[in-house]
């Protein structure tokens, strides 16, 4: 599959406007009185339930779209109860979460379907009091005809205004922003009572009744043939009920809707049906397997290190893989030339909620509760493992406790499926956290070495990057692509990246902020070295990098093989000063600071929001690093529809980015990952989580999303805040605080 990363946002984007002004508009309503489509429903007693049709991972899109519905409506929000959807493409559309794609995909159409509720009851109000609709008004779910004097609630003209035929999109008056009520003001999450109090919401809470709890042993080399188990001493574990054979298949390769590969492999293993999931997960070890083989049986960090090292030392598989001007030209011209060397680890999500899925399989039909960002594609693939009808599988779109990516794939939902049928019972399969590491979608590992040719003022006027990551027969995983959508491409107009693919048999995929958030780490740690190689202030080296304000037409390239003619999204570099300078004066940039304090500065363009940030930092003598503050600025567009939850996006992507860059690895030996707890991945704790600071520039640009683009510029800024504190300069992911000590 060849899919850049803004691919991935296009598909979603035609994907959700192809059905967003038909089918939504034109009667795909519930079959209840009041029910002004799938989403609006308002009963006799003056509810109004708005349904959110997207699967909530935490981005906060069971808020925010019904708000935009609501707004639209013209009901007050304390009038509103939010009702979850489940998964069922037919009735609600494409329902994705991935790729900061909900917002800018979303935000017109749910506008326009909270307008055209508001458009057939005032229909239905203009028939009942004999007046012309222009002449009614509404506000806090009511009518009124001023003329007249006579007024109506909202659930007075429901079951009139459910038969009258919805307005054509195009006709809806929107609101202006200045009369929004909604839109734009701090609502606390629907959810967010029921989460801090425990209430069932989340996939691993299901409950159906009978269930009974699975665990499934299977190799943690990718593809390994099962050698020898103990079944005996499993099944004499107390609350084990049951074991099951699991053939493994890999007939099961296939794509969900927006053109990511799905699962290939159903791997062989044991499943152990308990009373309770300990004691599956304690059979499960009881049966203590032995695993032989294996497709990645050959992958091993240290070997791919070397591999790496040699291919930069005897040349790229494929030199000029991307080729814009001539770079080795400008470079033999340069008045200085500036060279780096940079890596950077696989990653897993390791989201906080275990993976797990809880399915039923009764007379040819499947009901599954489940954490998905998927949720139609999670359908597709239970019914093809299966071998059953899509509409033979019900979905429960439960909560995610975290997915950032992970839950874009459902093959633990698979396994649930093909485990619940053979047991004949309701299952709940949970994974341990050792699984999650061994079995991820990771984030790829990457090699860069970097060389960039400056001219008099020190200036970069040639950029080249001779990159190594991860596929298979030579073509790089679409989790790994270098293209021509990626700074500093467009912005330096001499630009050549070289290719070499390392072979890697386990699954890679997509991780926050895909590809970009470990290309920023790569790019401004390398303008931050090119600044300090002529003696020029990070900032100003930046603003006169980005250069004048302008919309850069970037052409979107897959590889050197593949191209396309079609241009993507102008980066603009007025907007991206913009930030940069934005973050700056909020962080007193050039201030006068302690001794091993510094102030690292960086900015990157990804999901179509623009977004730069400044770290503070102070480095002890022990090497120890204390990240003091972080200070965001961030342009995503005109509107943004719920403050508190921007907020909050954009802080825990900044978190997470921290946690990431100061201790997170996953490496390979003998074919498994070696990583098994939180303990040999850590996640950012409370002491280490910094204030952050985040600002908003509202610009003249259609809304977009956040949940993603404020990670990437995170461990670069803090890298150049060590360097300026230690004069130390980190180049590779985790950082090693020992290169730190004084």
Excluded at 225 to 249: H, M, T, W, Y
Excluded at 272 to 301: K, Y
Excluded at 343 to 372: C, M, Q
């Amino acid at each position: 599959m060849k899919a850049s990363r803004r691919e991935v946002l296009k598909a979603a984007a035609l994907a959700g406007g192809g059905l967003s002004l038909g089918w939504q508009l034109s009667g795909a309503k519930a079959s209840v009185p009041g029910a002004l489509s799938a989403f609006v429903i308002i009963g006799a007693d003056g509810s109004i339930r708005i349904t959110a049709h997207q699967p909530e991972i935490g981005q906060g899109v069971k808020t925010s779209f019904p708000m935009m519905i609501a707004e639209e409506l013209d009901v007050d929000w304390n009038q509103v109860t939010v009702e979850q959807a489940p998964g069922n493409r037919a009735v609600y559309g494409v329902q994705l979460a991935g790729g900061s794609s909900a917002t800018p995909t979303q935000f017109e159409r749910m506008r326009r379907l909270g307008a055209s509720a508001r458009a057939m009851l005032i229909a239905a109000a203009a028939k009942a009091w004999n007046v012309p609709a222009a002449e009614i008004t509404t506000g806090s779910a009511m009518l009124h005809h001023k003329a007249s004097g006579r007024s109506a609630r909202y659930a007075e003209m429901a079951e009139a205004a459910a038969s009258v035929t919805p307005p054509k999109p195009e006709s809806l008056a929107l609101k202006d922003p200045a009369q929004f009520k909604i839109l734009g003001r701090r609502i606390p999450g629907v959810d967010n009572r029921k989460v801090v109090t425990g209430a069932p919401l989340f996939g691993i809470d299901a409950r159906p009744p009978g269930l009974m709890y699975a665990a499934f042993a299977k190799s943690p080399v990718f593809g390994g043939k099962l050698k020898s188990a103990n079944k005996a001493a499993a099944l004499a574990v107390p609350g084990v009920k049951a074991l099951f054979d699991i053939a493994e298949r890999r007939d099961l390769k296939t794509e969900i809707d927006v053109g990511l590969p799905g699962i290939e492999v159903l791997p062989q293993g044991i499943a152990v049906i308990a009373t309770n999931s300990w004691a599956a997960l304690r059979g499960r070890d009881a049966l203590a397997a032995e695993w032989e083989g294996g497709d990645a049986a050959f992958q091993s960090s240290e070997a791919w290190e070397a591999a790496a090292t040699r291919a930069w030392a005897d040349g790229a598989q494929k030199p000029a893989y991307i080729n814009h001007g001539d770079a080795p030209a400008k470079m033999a011209g340069a008045t200085r030339r500036v060279k780096a060397d940079y890596r950077y680890p696989f990653l897993s999500h390791a989201a906080l909620e275990p993976i797990n899925a809880t399915a039923h399989v009764k007379d040819g039909k499947a009901e599954l509760w489940l954490s998905t960002q998927t949720p139609e594609d999670a359908r597709r693939m239970v019914a093809l493992a299966l071998g059953i009808k899509v509409e033979d599988v019900t979905l429960h779109l439960m909560r995610s406790g975290g997915g950032f990516g992970r839950r874009l794939m459902n093959d633990f939902a698979v396994e649930a499926a093909v485990i619940a049928k053979a047991a004949g019972v309701p299952v709940k399969l949970q994974w341990d956290r050792g699984q999650d590491f061994a079995h991820d979608w990771l984030r790829p590992a990457g090699w860069h070495r970097l060389e960039a040719g400056l001219d008099a003022n020190g200036n970069i006027i040639a950029w080249h990057d001779h990159f190594v990551s991860f596929g298979k027969d030579g073509v790089l995983n679409p989790t790994a692509v270098i293209d021509a959508s990626l700074f500093p491409s467009g912005v330096i107009r001499d630009y050549r990246a070289d290719l070499t693919v390392l072979p890697f048999a386990s699954t890679l995929g997509w991780l926050r902020a895909p590809i970009n958030n470990a290309f920023g780490f790569v790019t401004q740690g390398f303008i931050d070295e090119c600044a300090a190689a002529v003696g020029r202030d990070p900032l100003e080296y930046r603003r006169t990098l980005l250069g004048t304000p302008r919309a850069i037409p970037i052409a979107e390239e897959f590889s050197g093989e593949t191209k396309q003619d079609a241009k993507g999204t102008p980066y603009n570099t007025g907007r991206m000063r913009g930030v940069l300078d934005k973050a700056a004066a909020m962080a007193g940039w050039g201030r006068k600071l302690p001794a091993r304090r510094g102030m690292g500065i960086a900015f990157h363009f990804s999901h179509l929001g623009y977004f730069a940030n400044v770290v503070e930092a102070s480095v002890a003598a022990d090497g120890s690093v204390t990240v003091h503050g972080i200070w965001v600025a961030a342009d995503i567009g005109k509107h943004i529809v719920n403050l508190s939850g921007a907020e909050n996006q954009v802080q825990g992507s900044v978190i997470d980015a921290l946690g990431a860059a100061m201790g997170q690895r996953i490496s390979f030996a003998d074919g498994a990952v070696e990583q098994k707890n939180y303990g040999d991945f850590p996640l950012a704790r409370m002491n280490e989580a910094p204030p952050v600071e985040v600002a908003f520039l509202s610009t003249d640009y259609p809304t977009t999303g956040l949940g993603e683009p404020a990670y990437p510029s995170v461990a670069p800024a803090l890298a150049a805040a060590i360097f300026q504190a230690t004069g130390k300069r980190l180049r590779q992911l985790p950082f090693d605080t020992e290169l730190l000590k004084a």
